[in-house]
């Protein structure tokens, strides 16, 4: 089989790609279906991109490479693709837009997009044995137990990352780049729920609350939740990506409130109330309850010091806690790290040393925040690519 660009992945970035790529197009995927990961995410509505979308957001060894294809393929370019294909959407928080039915409608659009392209998609199909030859690259499909020879102009790996290796994510990518000589910036699992190998957070399964989550240098004013392993939420997601083992998360659970000065006001008019209680005004009950073992909060308010006041307040506005460790690749939305970005083109995502070879998406080291930021890249970075091949 001869065609001019072959494409290996048929998630989010692989499909814009070969919609948007010329000539001869083929599209492989081991999967039953294309754009699993678009199906399920966002609840299955897919928060299919951010309306505050720019390079501040992603995180990679070079800060500076995905400027290029986020300004050359924007936030509104594919909200414009939506709204020309009818999906109607809507803004939750933050800048994250959704669709307002499902996230189907997005594989959709881009499955109508191939097709328009006259893309040949292959599923349930496997690459292997890639190679470079004077005429571009040469590898083996494989499907029903048959083999075929498949001789391309150009090569574009759109495979992803590791994470939910259930839906079939490898690290197929990696181990592609590392044949044709190129590093890999560490991988590790991101945007991912922190576990506690003691179980301190059982009794508090279900419970939500707005909180303040800082890791390394980075924190996140969003929601956090209580489960039977650990923490999760957005907020909790979004700092696991500048989380190191070893290292605290530090946890502000009244980032937006002057406590102390509300607890203060509060002795003076009813200090009769208990302690307990009026901090139970400004947090979930079962959490005070649970905190209040480690501060011994017993008491009325009329009972308690300034400086009493002042402890508890620095306590549930500077809660630090050591996690085991996270859920890893099996519930991590994305992996972070990945191709080292000094390899490739950052106008075009070419391997600057194999003219050729491309690669896209999550496989690149660059790893967005929660809310759309990931899959902007996918669309940016296969865009970038796209066009060069157009």
Not at 98 to 114: G, P, Q, V
Not at 231 to 245: M, T
Not at 306 to 324: E, F, G, I, K
Request: with cysteine.
């Amino acid at each position: 089989m001869q065609v001019d660009v072959a494409i290996i992945g048929a998630g989010a970035a692989g499909m814009m790609c070969a919609a948007h790529a010329r000539g001869r197009v083929l599209l492989i995927d081991h999967a039953k279906a294309p754009g699993e990961k678009i199906r399920i995410s966002g609840g299955g509505r897919c928060n299919f991109t951010n309306m505050h979308c720019d390079a501040n957001a992603f995180l990679s060894r070079n800060l500076h490479f995905a400027k290029s294809a986020l300004a050359r393929y924007t936030q509104w370019d594919f909200i414009d693709l939506v709204d020309r294909f009818g999906i109607a959407w809507h803004e939750k928080t933050l800048g994250q837009l959704f669709c307002d039915t499902s996230a189907k409608e997005i594989i959709a659009m881009l499955r109508a997009l191939m097709q328009d392209n006259n893309v040949d998609l292959h599923l349930r199909t496997s690459a292997r044995g890639f190679e470079k030859t004077p005429e571009g690259f040469r590898f083996l499909v494989e499907s029903d137990g048959q083999a075929t020879l498949v001789q391309a102009k150009i090569l574009v790996v759109a495979t992803g990352g590791k994470s939910i290796p259930k839906m079939g994510a490898t690290g197929l990518a990696y181990d592609v780049a590392k044949q044709f000589g190129l590093a890999i910036t560490e991988t590790r699992p991101a945007l991912v729920p922190f576990t506690f190998s003691d179980g301190r957070f059982a009794a508090l399964s279900g419970i939500s609350t707005a909180a303040r989550v800082t890791a390394g240098q980075a924190g996140f004013d969003e929601a956090i939740l209580f489960t039977h392993r650990g923490l999760s939420g957005p907020a909790v997601l979004q700092a696991s990506s500048y989380w190191r083992e070893g290292k605290p998360v530090t946890i502000n659970l009244v980032p937006q409130q002057n406590i102390l000065g509300d607890l203060k006001a509060k002795r003076a008019s009813a200090g009769r109330r208990n302690l307990s209680n009026e901090l139970a005004e400004f947090l979930p009950a079962r959490l005070i309850d649970h905190i209040g073992t480690e501060l011994n909060l017993t008491g009325n308010l009329a009972d308690q010091s300034d400086q009493r006041l002042a402890d508890v307040t620095r306590h549930l506005q500077n809660w630090v806690l050591y996690p085991s460790g996270t859920e890893g690749y099996r519930t991590a939305e994305v992996t972070l790290g990945g191709v080292d970005t000094d390899a490739l083109s950052a106008k075009t995502m070419e391997v600057k040393s194999v003219p050729g070879l491309f690669f896209i998406g999550e496989a690149v080291d660059v790893t967005g925040w929660l809310g759309g930021y990931n899959f902007q890249w996918a669309w940016s970075s296969a865009m970038a690519a796209a066009r060069h091949l157009a």
